[in-house]
């Protein structure tokens, strides 16, 4: 497990880009730790699997042909020793294939590709049994270091029988966690509640995925499994210690947070993978008192501690912490260093799409552009916006944002367009790149 903290810093109310209003005198920190890994070279241990799949009547048509198809294939990728099963639910709960080794399951792609539609829209039930399953294969590929069992739930609606409220559907992939079985989600088209769909995989330690178009449903499975397959460290979490006086002013990255004692963060980033590293994006404020008070004493404004399970290249487990202080020593004139600014950038890009989504859904399209406007000309002021490494992107998202104020001007935003804006989110804040790439639209669309 490798650690790589950037930090850069600007006086309270300087023209450092995305400087704060405050007129107190003192500093703001911008902190960027990404964390990364390799994937242990010795066999990796087996994993298990539990399709937990929508066949409701509005999954008819190309969105149950694409989940039975991803399903089947990203199962013909495990181990044979690996461990799969499959759930179908609409009103009632049918178990296509129960869990068992790949290598017996002989007829599980021609049970999936006869998944037909029908019912409305037990979520929860079709979730439970996914537990149960996953409970049952603890039996089958024990506890070696980076083993995992995983639901990955894949509907087009809300829940609609069964279990339907929210909190409880939350608590209950928090508890399933607690016994090692994480969720993932994935929803498709315009109908399921993103909200919902996200808080489950929180609270499950897995990923939450959009499908916008049929096709798109291998990549996000092919994703997802290649994830699993290159876990090198489990229950990553970092948590920050503030100093005397010093503050959070924003937290980019939104992994699930808590608050374990006064002036103590912990930020739950999950498994860590080697195909993703995992990114969290701080801005703290300081009292020049209390930054004077620092640099005399010699000690730290902040510390990161990162904890975690780590597989090593022999397949066994170590538990490792690694402290990380953030130095006092802050000079009174600004300094950037672009790839924080970048990553700053990006994150207030990210948050922008989902307030003006969220502001479109709620019928204040006006609003909506102008949030649109104002993050457009904050890109644009920023150095990074003509400088070779990072005007690109910048400049794509700027393009990007000027197509969103128009569709907000002009009233044709669909639910398409924000569940598509809320991935989109998702993904930059949580290091999702790759995935990015193949959820973008092409321009216009």
């Given at each position: ?170 608590e209950l992939t928090r508890a399933a966690r607690h016994m090692g079985i994480s969720t993932t989600t994935v929803g498709i088209g315009e109908r399921y509640d993103d909200h919902l769909l996200r808080m489950m995989a929180d609270a499950g330690g897995g ?66 993978y080697a195909a993703e590293p995992k990114p969290l994006l701080l801005e703290l404020s300081i009292p020049q008192e209390q930054l004077d008070a620092r640099k005399a004493a010699g000690s730290p404004i902040a510390v990161l501690t990162l904890t975690a ?28 260093r672009p790839e924080v600014e970048q990553a700053v950038l990006l994150a207030r890009a990210a948050r922008a799409r989902e307030d003006a989504a969220r502001l479109q859904r709620e019928g204040r399209a006006h609003e909506a552009q102008q949030v649109m ?73």
């Amino acid at each position: 497990m490798d650690a790589v903290l950037q930090v850069d810093h600007h006086p309270i109310g300087s023209s450092f880009p995305q400087a704060p209003a405050e007129s107190a005198s003192g500093v703001v920190v911008r902190a960027l730790l990404t964390v990364s890994g390799l994937a242990p070279v010795s066999n990796r241990a087996p994993i298990a699997l539990s399709f937990v799949i929508d066949r409701s009547g509005s999954m008819a048509g190309d969105r149950i042909k694409a989940a039975r198809v991803a399903a089947a294939r990203t199962a013909e990728r495990l181990h044979p020793d690996d461990v799969v099963s499959v759930v179908a639910f609409d009103d009632l709960v049918e178990t296509i294939a129960a869990p068992d080794r790949r290598a017996r399951h002989h007829a599980l792609s021609a049970a999936l590709h006869a998944l037909d539609v029908r019912g409305r829209t037990n979520l929860s039930g079709g979730w439970l049994r996914g537990r149960e399953h996953m409970q049952a294969a603890l039996a089958m590929i024990g506890t070696l270091p980076g083993s995992s069992r995983r639901i990955v739930l894949l509907t087009d609606g809300c829940a609609t029988a069964g279990i339907t409220d929210p909190s409880i559907l939350v608590e209950l992939t928090r508890a399933a966690r607690h016994m090692g079985i994480s969720t993932t989600t994935v929803g498709i088209g315009e109908r399921y509640d993103d909200h919902l769909l996200r808080m489950m995989a929180d609270a499950g330690g897995g990923n939450a995925w959009y499908i916008e178009h049929a096709d798109q449903s291998q990549d996000v499975l092919a994703e997802e499994l290649g994830n699993l397959l290159s876990i090198c460290a489990q229950g990553l979490t970092a948590t920050i210690t503030l100093s005397d006086a010093v503050q959070i002013l924003a937290v980019h990255s939104g992994w699930p947070t808590s608050q374990p004692t006064p002036g103590a963060f912990a930020f739950d980033l999950g498994d860590l993978y080697a195909a993703e590293p995992k990114p969290l994006l701080l801005e703290l404020s300081i009292p020049q008192e209390q930054l004077d008070a620092r640099k005399a004493a010699g000690s730290p404004i902040a510390v990161l501690t990162l904890t975690a399970d780590v597989i090593t290249p022999t397949g066994s487990v170590e538990h490792r912490t690694l402290h990380l202080p953030i130095a006092s020593s802050l000079e009174g004139q600004q300094s950037m260093r672009p790839e924080v600014e970048q990553a700053v950038l990006l994150a207030r890009a990210a948050r922008a799409r989902e307030d003006a989504a969220r502001l479109q859904r709620e019928g204040r399209a006006h609003e909506a552009q102008q949030v649109m406007r104002e993050q457009r000309r904050t890109l644009a002021e920023s150095p990074n916006f003509t400088a070779d490494e990072y005007a690109a992107v910048l400049q794509s998202i700027a393009e990007d944002f000027d197509d969103l104020s128009e569709k907000y001007r002009d009233g044709t935003f669909s639910e398409l367009d924000a569940k598509y804006q809320m991935q989109r989110s998702y993904n930059t804040r949580r290091g999702k790149a790759s995935y990015d790439e193949k959820l973008r639209r092409r321009r216009g669309e």
